[in-house]
């Protein structure tokens, strides 16, 4: 295995602590997001793995190659194999994209193979990858935003770096154009087989780009896995409410589940007996209209639609629980949308989460609307 590992990663600048021993890794040839909201200490992270900064202690290595120990070892940054994709403004302006690409290649790339450098094959090699094919003359100014940027990510591949690392590489780029560029950049990754590493503060770039997410809160990693189970299994509240919308109501676990609004749930975190907080995503609530259930199921809980508002491709249909003041936000691809004032039966389907304590509160970092349950 050469993937990338940190661990124990410790860092201050003068006396604030802003990594304190984070442990993380993205398996070789693979895509890793390393996710966080702003202020979190993810560049810090990135440039200590560039070797721009010096560790105060812990490991930084690819396989078993050693790039950081504490303060005592540290190999300089260029001799890492260690490409980065920063976040905008990347290309040498009065560069050709040729001589951009060519810019890590060192001597060894003069040689010639076959009557040309081993340096313009490999340029020619790292373009197609990227879909340029035929863009080497060209200069950065002449290039769209999205183009640039998938010459940044030529010119960091072109040396077969042991890793790379993308910095918010999206950020500058309009919405519009960014979707797409993630998914030819994950392409591109995966293709040149190379492991990389993708910061970002967006949840969505993370979830839908890379096969592994290390969340990172006040310089620690908090949780890491797949993209689906830090969404779907999220460590705490505040993880739930950073990664995507969430739908959060009292409850207490008890000996057969958390009883709750929503009946008798099955907790997937092993929470402390007694009252806290069910953590679920709206998409997991479901709903039959009373007149399509047959009348001797009790499955589920009785409501009614409460209100519904209209979503594109889908629609956020409220439901309020029957006697018990909950209203909770589910959604529905039904069509027509079910009318406001239907009789529905309301089911949970999976398993959620219990938090007590602190797991329960919500840090304040989340980025999406949440749908704390009201009273109706
Ligand atoms: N050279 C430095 N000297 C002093 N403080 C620093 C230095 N670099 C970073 N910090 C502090 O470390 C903390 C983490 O910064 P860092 O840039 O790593 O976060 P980040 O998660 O990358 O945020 P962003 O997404 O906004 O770039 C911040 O509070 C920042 O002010």
Not at 116 to 137: C, D, F, H, K
């Amino acid at each position: 295995m050469s993937g990338l590992v940190v661990e124990g990663a410790e860092k201050s600048f003068g006396r604030t602590g802003v990594l304190h021993g984070v442990d993380m890794s993205v398996p070789e040839g693979s895509l890793g997001a390393l996710l966080g909201p702003s202020g979190c200490g993810k560049t810090t992270l990135l440039r200590l793995v560039a070797g721009f900064e010096r560790l105060d202690s812990g490991t930084i290595r690819i396989g078993e190659r050693v790039l950081a120990q504490g303060r005592g070892s540290h190999v300089r940054p260029e001799r890492r194999g260690v490409g980065v994709v920063p976040q905008e403004g990347a290309l040498f302006p009065h560069m050709s994209v040729a001589r951009n690409v060519a810019f890590g290649l060192g001597r060894g790339w003069r040689e010639r193979v076959g009557g040309r450098t081993r340096r313009r094959a490999r340029i020619e090699e790292v373009l197609e990858l990227v879909g340029l094919t035929g863009y080497a003359a060209r200069m950065p100014y002449e290039l769209s935003g999205g183009q640039q940027q998938r010459v940044a990510l030529a010119r960091a591949l072109a040396p077969e770096p042991a890793l790379i690392m993308l910095d918010e590489p999206f950020n500058a780029l309009d919405p519009a154009l960014r979707s797409g560029l993630r998914e030819e950049v994950r392409q591109v990754l995966h293709t040149a087989g190379v492991t990389a590493l993708l910061v970002t503060h967006d949840p969505e770039e993370a979830l839908s780009t890379a096969d592994s997410v290390a969340l990172m809160r006040e310089g620690e990693i908090m949780q890491s896995g797949t993209p689906r189970e830090v969404y779907e299994r999220p460590g705490d509240a505040g993880l739930a409410k950073y990664l995507g919308e969430t739908v959060v109501i009292p409850g207490e676990l008890g000996s057969a589940g958390v009883e709750c609004a929503l009946g008798t749930l099955v907790p997937y975190t092993e929470g402390q007996r007694g009252e806290g907080s069910v953590v679920l995503r709206p998409e997991r609530i479901e709903f039959d209209l009373a007149d399509e259930v047959p009348a001797d199921f009790d499955g589920g809980v009785p409501g009614r639609v409460a209100d519904v508002v209209f979503a594109g491709h889908d629609s956020v249909v409220y439901l309020a629980v029957d006697g018990s003041g909950t209203r909770v936000r589910a959604r529905s691809h039904r069509h027509p949308a079910p009318a406001i004032g239907a009789r529905v039966r309301i089911r949970v389907s999976g398993e959620v989460a219990f938090f007590t304590g602190e797991a329960a509160r919500a840090h304040g970092w989340e980025t999406r609307p949440t749908v704390t349950a009201g009273h109706s």
